[in-house]
């Protein structure tokens, strides 16, 4: 009966270290442009950059996957977009 306690107690402990360090993997990032295509900005995610920009979440995600070509009047796109410094 005592190491049945004492599973039971390792397997909440790590479960709870589990949940204090967890990271997000779903999160995708997505960069902003301009329909001329000028680098606006980079977000963590899809609802990160809706926040920032009140443009509808959908719509950029529909953006990002190709069935929508703009949202918001802007052109969206997974990754980060690195500037180059020169």
Known sequence: MGWLYLV??????????????????????????????????NFRS????????NVSYSGIGNCCRGTQKTSGGYVWKYGNYKIEQS
């Open 46 to 53: 899809i609802t990160e950059a809706s926040q920032h920009t």
């Open 8 to 41: 039971i107690v390792l397997m909440i402990i790590l479960t709870i270290f589990g949940a204090l360090f967890k990271t997000d993997n779903r999160l995708k990032a997505v960069s902003q442009w301009t329909k001329d295509g000028r680098f606006i900005s």
